[in-house]
């Protein structure tokens, strides 16, 4: 099948999955302070370890979306070249980027006659993305045109379940993610809020627990009670510098007698600039 699968900088997947799949990503940027940094989806685990350590001396970390330039520029040369693109994007209700990716198309596709740039939104974020990603890379595999691998993304995208605990909200209340009246509630000391990406693309806090362990059994829970256990799908944990989350959300996921296809991914500074260090993420299709 003549097309390539892009996603962007917010997606984590499986990187021997993606490098397999020939899978590429549409850079975005982020800044620590007054630094600005690109996110090549190739940062070495010692970055990410002065990153996460920097949010908790204070420092600010934010992010630009992509503006529509960004994807004709880098999207023309494979389009030049006789492949079509179907671009899996961070969630229309977290950022602008989509919107962004649908303004390009249009140029794209008239300058391109033939070829398709087609932008998919996940409504979804890290592992989340990495889940929709391996569907496209499997769907394309089987011999999927575009557009029937484009309506069988949507179909599992309403499946997808993606919850979370961080440290605090501050971070999420920095970039207008929650309110303030929630961030308050969610720096009580030793209680972790938990969140999901809900169906609209946007954040929703459904939880509070008090301490790791109340989090992590609260996250497994959920994947006992809506994981489909007649299906080989992958699911993602997703984690920052700190892996203790999700080694005991692992080692309990792990025994079921499930087809759980675990994958273990570092979160991107995309979406870690959001949430703070101390995150731990499970994503999956549920029932």
Excluded at 9 to 29: L, P
Excluded at 73 to 92: C, M, N, Q, R, T
Excluded at 241 to 257: A, H, R, V, W, Y
Excluded at 277 to 284: R, S, V
Aim: aromatic share 8%.
């Amino acid at each position: 099948m003549d097309y390539m699968i892009f996603s962007d900088s917010a997606a984590d997947i499986a990187g021997e999955t993606a490098a397999a799949a020939d899978v590429r990503f549409f850079t975005m940027s982020y800044s620590v302070g007054s630094e600005m940094r690109i996110c090549t989806k190739k940062e070495p685990p010692e970055e990410m370890a002065e990153f996460y350590n920097g949010q908790r001396k204070g420092d600010l970390t934010k992010t630009t979306m992509i503006n529509p330039v960004t994807y004709i520029e880098s999207a023309s040369p494979y389009l030049k070249d006789g492949k079509s693109i179907l671009y899996l994007s961070l969630s229309g209700g977290l950022s602008s980027t989509y919107d962004s990716a649908r303004a390009a198309q249009q140029e794209l596709e008239a300058k391109y006659p033939g070829q398709r740039f087609l932008p998919f939104d996940t409504l979804s974020a890290t592992g989340g993305m990495g889940v929709l990603l391996e569907r496209a890379i499997a769907n394309r595999a089987k011999g999927m045109t575009i557009d029937e691998n484009y309506n069988d993304l949507l179909e599992a995208r309403s499946k997808l379940t993606v919850w979370f605990f961080v440290q605090d909200l501050e971070y999420l209340k920095r970039g207008g993610r929650v309110s303030s009246a929630a961030a308050v509630v969610g720096t009580m000391l030793g209680i972790k809020p938990v969140l999901i990406i809900n169906g609209e693309g946007k954040l929703e806090n459904v939880n509070k627990k008090r301490g790791l362990n109340s989090a992590v059994s609260l996250l497994a829970d959920k994947y006992k009670e809506l994981h489909d256990p007649d299906t080989e799908t992958p699911v993602y944990i997703v984690d920052t510098d700190n892996t203790e989350g999700g080694d005991k959300l692992e080692q309990i996921i792990s025994p079921e007698p499930r087809k759980a296809l675990i994958k273990r991914v570092s979160l991107s500074p995309i979406i870690g600039a959001h949430t703070g260090p101390e995150l731990t993420a499970l994503c999956f299709l549920r029932k």
